[in-house]
């Protein structure tokens, strides 16, 4: 299990993918992965119980925006291995 820390990003552009889950809810949720995600803002939880493969290698997405704070959220640079 890890808990990683989203980085808060200026709004993205309105061609750009963003996630808005609703508040309570997360963005995403997989079944048996071993990461936690939360808004670098606030640390809320994102998206729980997820693997690298359904984040990087899922349905593609550019932003989260946190349902609590408003913020908008990418994911962590140093996640991103081997593109
Ligand atoms: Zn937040």
Redesign the pocket.
Known sequence: MSQKEMRVVPRPPAEAIVLEPEAGKLALEGTDGPDTYR?G????RLMDKVGHMEVFHGEPFDAVK?P????Y?ALPEDDHHHH
């Open positions: 808004c803002a606030c640390k809320t946190c609590k704070c408003g913020k959220n």
